[in-house]
């Protein structure tokens, strides 16, 4: 039996991989815009990786995504090694796609994302990310997957805390598939908001306490074009400490984040277009004002490549040109889209609502 499922490899938000497998399978649903462009705003934290997909304070859990798509989590010590591959083929035939941790014989542990099998080759079919950032369709072998499957069982039965801990960031192992019936017609409320929040932002701040009930030092979380400003810092902060040139973590992570910057303009000014094709909107000054914002996406697009440019030449010159330019794309951006969510919200309540009643 051979059996593949719909995927896009067209999915907007790449960065993130656990966010671009559930992507792969939105982007597939022809509703997807309805939901993607009230949903996946992006935060700052000043303490781990800066910029994530998330709400405020945390990546979207599994959950976020319940009214688009049916997730059911596995728990791993329920399915012994034996029983993974034919598991994986049960979800597959019942039309779920399947999401598991495994573990090579290095003791490297990565997600693998399932969406189809051919018993004849022994073969299931995935996405793999090439060291280019670009994601892939590949095979994994049913006794490669039992092997590091294996791998991975035996590594939390012998280190239960470290199991839990995994929980709690999000699924070891769980399957899922579209919501035929999601609907929303609170959208276009969804997406003003979205784009306010993303104009104003938040700065939220996280204090504990220590043994003695003193409050340590304040994390704090922020949202909207105001992490543009944030990573500002950040780069100022790398640039002060003259060895991180040879940290290559701290380069690839300052990479992700701009990327992911550019990933959530895109999804911004593709929900644009999206909005005024619904509404069949041609005013000239709202699409004056979407090309404004194109015009960010590609500036963005360009500080991504100055960034790459940095790291192939090590200039330090180039990150001081890369804050200048994240500087007047704060002020733009904030500019456009103050202006942009006020308008096409007006024409809204006098263009689009009133035919509704009719």
């Known amino acids: 039996m051979k059996k593949t499922l719909a995927i896009s490899n067209e999915s907007i938000l790449k960065m993130e991989c656990w966010t671009y497998y559930k992507m792969s399978?939105?982007?597939?649903?022809?509703?997807?815009?309805?939901?993607?462009?009230?949903?996946?705003?992006?935060?700052?934290?000043?303490?781990?990786?800066?910029?994530?997909?998330?709400?405020?304070?945390?990546?979207?859990r599994a959950e976020y995504y319940s009214d688009i798509l049916h997730i059911e989590e596995i728990d791993l010590y329920?399915?012994?090694?034996?029983?993974?591959?034919?598991?994986?083929?049960?979800s597959i035939n019942d039309d779920y796609y399947f999401v598991v941790f495994l573990r090579d014989e290095k003791g490297y542990s990565h997600e693998v994302f399932i969406y189809g099998l051919d018993d004849e080759s022994k073969m299931f079919e995935s996405l793999m990310l090439r060291d280019d950032g670009i994601f892939v369709s590949t095979s994994?072998?049913?006794?490669?997957?039992?092997?590091?499957?294996?791998?991975?069982?035996t590594y939390y039965k012998n280190n239960p805390e470290n199991y839990y801990e995994k929980s709690d960031y999000g699924y070891?192992?769980?399957?899922?598939?579209?919501?035929?019936?999601?609907?929303?017609?609170?959208y276009a409320v969804e997406f003003f908001g979205k784009l306010y929040h993303e104009v104003y932002g938040t700065r939220t701040d996280l204090c504990y306490s220590d043994d003695y009930d003193e409050f340590l030092t304040p994390c704090?979380?922020?949202?909207?074009?105001?992490?543009?400003?944030?990573?500002?810092?950040?780069?100022?902060?790398?640039?002060?400490?003259r060895e991180w040139d040879e940290k290559n973590t701290e380069q690839y992570i300052l990479k992700k984040n701009l990327f992911k910057l550019l990933e959530h303009r895109k999804l911004i000014y593709d929900s644009m277009?999206?909005?005024?094709?619904?509404?069949?909107?041609?005013?000239?000054?709202?699409?004056?004002?979407?090309?404004?914002?194109?015009?960010?996406?590609?500036?963005?697009n360009k500080i991504c490549m100055v960034y790459l440019k940095y790291l192939y030449t090590k200039n330090e010159s180039l990150l001081t040109r890369i804050k200048d330019m994240?500087?007047?794309?704060?002020?733009?951006?904030?500019?456009?889209?103050?202006?942009?969510?006020?308008?096409?919200?007006?024409f809204y309540m006098s263009k689009v609502l009133p035919k509704r009643f009719d």
């Open 78 to 90: 329920q399915v012994i090694p034996c029983e993974i591959i034919d598991r994986i083929k049960s």
């Open 220 to 241: 704090s979380f922020y949202t909207g074009v105001t992490c543009l400003i944030r990573l500002v810092d950040k780069i100022n902060e790398l640039m002060d400490n």
């Open 172 to 186: 070891v192992m769980y399957r899922m598939k579209p919501n035929l019936k999601y609907i929303n017609k609170n």
């Open 140 to 153: 994994i072998s049913f006794l490669k997957l039992e092997a590091d499957y294996r791998n991975n069982y």
């Open 25 to 60: 399978i939105i982007q597939t649903l022809p509703q997807y815009m309805n939901w993607l462009s009230a949903h996946m705003n992006i935060y700052f934290a000043e303490l781990g990786e800066g910029i994530y997909f998330g709400e405020g304070i945390k990546p979207h």
């Open 326 to 346: 994240i500087i007047k794309q704060y002020r733009d951006e904030r500019r456009i889209l103050c202006e942009y969510v006020n308008v096409i919200r007006e």
């Open 273 to 300: 277009i999206w909005y005024e094709h619904q509404w069949r909107i041609d005013a000239e000054h709202i699409v004056s004002l979407h090309n404004e914002y194109h015009t960010c996406c590609e500036n963005m």
